[in-house]
């Protein structure tokens, strides 16, 4: 028992010690695994975490406890690579170790590391996989460091071979195909490609140079301009604004138009402006085609690199081009022209250089020269001479610049000019003189005919009373004579010279229909345009105009003679506007004529209904509107009549300011109380010659007329002032007579008119109110009344700035005053009388014989002047008075009276006519003794004008 004792404790006290060593064994590998500066993985075999150091949780960026327990697979690596980890996992559990393999991960910010891990498997106490522990270190910093040197290896590799292409030749061509070709190689692109110009506002471009792969044939013709299309003009743009390439690929922002892409079959595209220090920039470009191509970093790198060499390689060939271009240039100019192009030493003991012009101006040989550079002073005009040595000095300082005489080896004088100026060396020291000579005989003779016709044209050309004008197609304005500056109100040709011409053309239409004309003819004549003056006056002007041309074709200058017809356009509608209105006058009379007699027939008929219709008749109304309507339609002609000046006037000397104090009272009941009535009267009264009723209808129409013009109320002013008018006012004005006037102003705060309303306010029947809510007759009848006073109207008005009239009547004399007006009695009486009645309207001679036969007398009727003689011969014995109309077919009625009277001199007679007395008086057919009614008249009136004519004394 004591050695069973023994033997237990003996093994308990062996476990003890091995558990001691496990457990420190187990801190030991605990202690490693928490501080090893590597990652610690120990996987479960079917890829659970199951250990996580500090070194994984820095680099995965996840917590121990958040990893353990998770797939290893799922979390962490990126899909791609899952599959190829997991065979890797199962050739570690099945025992054979795994060192040195990488892989990318995903760590938990979302970005990539790249691990290189060694992993082995772990056994159970059964000797079966129980796990796999990996130890891995992050390599990324070093796997990028290897990638960007190996790029930048490339990147070196890839320039030194364009730049040997670059380098390879001093052939502008041959250098760019042997460029293009190096970089479609490079990049192993389908397509290389220059273009010239850069320039979205050209209107073509052109491609060079084209380099291509077999499969991918040449898209552009070379060396042909092709049209700028909106497309190109766009991409031209982004090529000129990004300091860069610009790319096309299914990556990038922007988008090949689509019909470019097809064209060219081109799915990526990448190009970038270049800038040679000659000319205009350059496109260079790439099209890949065999597949949608996204352009890399590193490609983008390399291609604007390449660029840069380019564009210094293009800027030195296309200067040796261009110097070697300019030396030929410069041979074939000097052996070809006439001046003569010369280089000496300072002292000028020796000619380096003359060309053959020489021989021809001076008639020596250039081998004369050479031998002896001095001699060229031999051949100056002894008066010349001294004065060309001591200006010889100028040429070291490039100012000698001097017209001189020779003499020519056949004695002939010639005038030449010669310019001298400093050759320098490097180092800025004068080593050469060089200079031009040239023959200018013909010049100078021709230049002393110049001055002589110019003096003679700058005569005219300031005397002229038209304006003329040079200027170019860009309107500046090249010279003008003194007319032009009267002409635009400037005071100096140095201040109009600061203006454009297109700027003083009012309406841009004209500029754009002048200019398509003379590009078009050559010339333009009697084109009329309107020009703004300094102070803003417009001008009416007409213009004819050339053109100035180069010799190829291109027009330089316009000249122009322009003449002012403000006035006379103006004198040109005032004359249209008068005699407009004098049409619309001689209408307005006629119809008067004719409506006048309707009304004798209507008002005569009405009257005699009157007189059979008792006065309780339901009738009686109707006759009573037919008068009422034939008396307002009498008015109404009566209005026309006035208008067309055919309405007889009581003119008597007449107060004007009396008048209108008189008859204020009665305008400020017509106007309102919302609208204030002023008068400003001059302090002599002034007299006129006028109809006192019309100069009141004239108040009260205009009056009217402003009433209406302020309907919210304002201020109506009358003003008379005493006024002269000169024959300048009549020229300005295009109306009136030299004299003296008193001007009636009457002027108003209303709504105003525009200049198309301005125009016809005078025509009858026009109104701006509505349908219903005026005739259109007022204003018309006041320019009626003014024209038979002898007067003159004009209207000043514009929109929201009132109205202003201004009436002007010649003065006059103080005179007695006519009778008043004869007032009609309305009792009518009748007699038992014979009357030859002669009035070619049948309906107003029926109308007249039937009311003068039921008034007693006897009537005798005649249908027209030759009719009434031959019924007068047969009655004369019985006829005691004629009444006729005074306008008949065959005879008028003063031709019937007069042979009448040479069979009855004691024959009265009465006179009938629908035309006005001032018309009857112009054709001579009324005499001041002779009695006349004008139509329409009522038949009381007629009948005591019968009476009256019957009862005077022969």
């Known amino acids: 028992m004591k050695r069973f004792l023994q033997a237990k404790v003996l093994r308990i006290t062996g476990h003890r010690q091995t558990d001691e060593a496990l457990r420190e064994s187990e801190e030991r590998f605990s202690s490693l695994i928490q501080n090893i500066p590597s990652v610690i993985l120990y996987l479960s075999p079917d890829g659970r975490i199951l250990e996580f150091n500090p070194e994984a949780e820095r680099l995965y960026g996840l917590k121990r406890e958040e990893a353990l327990g998770k797939n290893y697979l799922e979390l962490f690596l990126p899909e791609n690579v899952r599959d190829a980890v997991a065979a890797d996992f199962k050739k570690v559990l099945a025992g054979i170790p795994t060192r040195g393999f990488e892989n990318p991960i995903k760590v938990r910010d979302g970005t990539e590391r790249i691990v290189l891990w060694n992993a082995n498997r772990m056994l159970d106490a059964g000797g079966r996989p129980a796990g796999i522990i990996a130890v891995g270190q992050d390599i990324t910093a ?34 760019m195909m042997n460029v293009l070709d190096a970089v479609l190689s490079v990049f192993e692109s389908d397509r290389t490609w220059l273009l010239y110009p850069c320039d979205p506002r050209a209107p073509s471009h052109r491609v060079p140079m084209e380099r291509t792969r077999k499969e991918y044939p040449g898209a552009f013709a070379a060396g042909i301009d092709m049209p700028t299309l909106p497309e190109a003009a766009e991409i031209f743009q982004m ?23 097809e064209q060219f079959s081109i799915k990526s595209m990448i190009l970038t402006a270049i800038y040679p220090k000659l000319g205009k920039p350059w496109v260079f470009g790439m099209h890949q085609c065999s597949n949608a191509r996204v352009w890399t970093e590193e490609d983008i790198r390399l291609f604007k690199a390449i660029g840069r060499r380019v564009a210094d390689r293009l800027s030195s060939l296309l200067l040796l081009t261009d110097l070697k271009e300019e030396e030929e240039k410069f041979r074939q100019l000097s052996e ?184 078009q003819r050559g010339f333009v004549r009697d084109f ?43 004198l040109e509608q005032q004359l249209l506007q008068a005699q407009k209105m004098e049409a619309v006058g001689q209408l307005s009379g006629g119809i008067a004529h004719d409506f006048n007699n309707i009304l004798t027939t209507i008002m005569g008929s009405g009257e005699l209904l009157e007189m059979k219709i008792e006065k309780d008749d339901p009738a009686r109304v109707f006759v009573d509107n037919i008068l009422s309507s034939t008396a307002k339609a009498a008015k109404l002609t009566q209005s026309l009549l006035t208008f067309s000046r055919k309405q007889p006037v009581d003119l008597v ?106 125009e016809r306010i005078f025509e009858p029947f026009f109104t701006t109110k509505e349908v219903g809510k005026g005739s259109g007759l007022g204003l018309s009848i006041v320019y009626g009344i003014v024209k038979q006073h002898n007067g003159y109207i004009d209207v000043y008005s514009e929109p929201g ?83 006729s109309d005074l306008i008949m077919p065959k005879k008028s009625g003063k031709e019937v009276y007069s042979e009448l009277l040479k069979m009855n001199p004691s024959l009265k007679a009465l006179f009938i006519s629908g035309y006005t007395e001032e018309v009857i008086q112009k054709k001579g057919l009324l005499e001041e003794k002779l009695r006349f009614i004008p139509k329409p008249f009522s038949l009381t009136y007629f009948l005591k004008k019968i009476r009256e004519v019957l009862d005077m004394e022969t």
């Open 239 to 261: 090529a000129l604004d990004n300091d860069g390439p610009v790319t096309f690929d299914p990556q990038s922002e922007k988008a090949l138009p689509p019909h470019i892409s």
């Open 653 to 758: 000397p007449l107060k004007l300011n009396e008048l209108i104090v008189n008859f204020k009272k009665l305008l400020s009941r017509l106007i309102g109380e919302d609208i204030e009535l002023k008068t400003a009267l001059t302090g002599y009264d002034p007299v006129i010659s006028a109809d006192k009723s019309q100069m009141e209808q004239i108040l009260m129409n205009l009056a009217t007329n402003a009433r209406h013009a302020m309907p919210a109320g304002g201020l109506l002013r009358i003003k008379t002032e005493l006024a002269e008018l000169d024959d300048e006012f009549v020229r300005a004005h295009g109306y009136g007579a030299p004299g003296g006037f008193v001007l009636l102003s009457v002027s108003d705060t209303g709504v105003g008119m525009d200049s198309r309303t301005k």
């Open 801 to 883: 700035k009132g109205t202003e009239f201004k009436i002007y009547f010649p003065l006059t004399e103080l005179g007695s005053e006519k009778a008043a007006e004869f007032k009609i009695s309305e009792t009518a009486t009748g007699g038992s009388e014979t009357i030859l009645l002669a009035e070619d309207d049948e309906s107003i001679r029926t109308l007249i014989r039937f009311t003068l036969e039921r008034f007693g007398y006897r009537v005798i009727e005649a249908a027209d002047g030759e009719d009434a003689v031959e019924k007068f011969k047969k009655n004369k014995a019985m006829i005691d008075l004629l009444v």
């Open 528 to 570: 009329e345009v309107q020009l703004m003056r300094k102070d803003g006056q417009k001008a009416d002007v007409n213009v004819t105009a050339n053109t100035v041309r180069d010799d190829l074709g291109n027009i330089v200058m316009y000249r122009g003679i322009l003449r002012d017809v403000t006035e006379s356009k103006k």
């Open 142 to 175: 070093k796997k990028k460091a290897e990638e960007e040197h190996l790029l930048h290896l490339r990147f070196l590799e890839n320039l030194e071979e364009i730049d040997r292409a670059i380098r390879s030749t001093e052939d502008l061509n041959e250098m």
């Open 336 to 519: 070809n022209v006439d001046a003569i192009f010369w280089i000496t030493s300072l002292d000028k003991s020796k000619l380096f250089y003359i060309n053959p012009a020489y021989e021809k101006v001076f008639g020596r040989t250039c081998e004369s020269l050479y031998k002896s550079p001095r001699s060229f002073m031999e051949a100056i005009h002894p008066e010349d001479r001294e004065r060309i040595i001591k200006a010889m000095p100028m040429q070291n300082l490039g100012t000698f610049d001097e017209e001189y005489r020779i003499i020519r080896a056949d004695g002939t004088i010639r005038w030449i000019k010669t310019h001298a100026f400093p050759v320098k060396n490097e180092t800025g020291e004068v080593y050469r003189i060089a200079g031009v000579t040239a023959d200018i005989t013909e010049r100078k003779l021709a230049n002393e005919e110049l001055i002589s016709s110019e003096r003679k044209y700058r005569t005219l050309f300031e005397e002229s009373k038209d304006t003329i004008l040079i200027f170019n197609p860009e309107g500046r304005i090249l010279d003008i004579n003194s007319s032009g500056l009267e002409l635009f109100g400037y005071h100096s040709k140095e201040e109009l010279f600061k203006i454009n011409f297109n700027e003083l053309c009012c309406d841009p239409d004209d500029r754009k229909r002048f200019a398509h004309e003379i590009e």
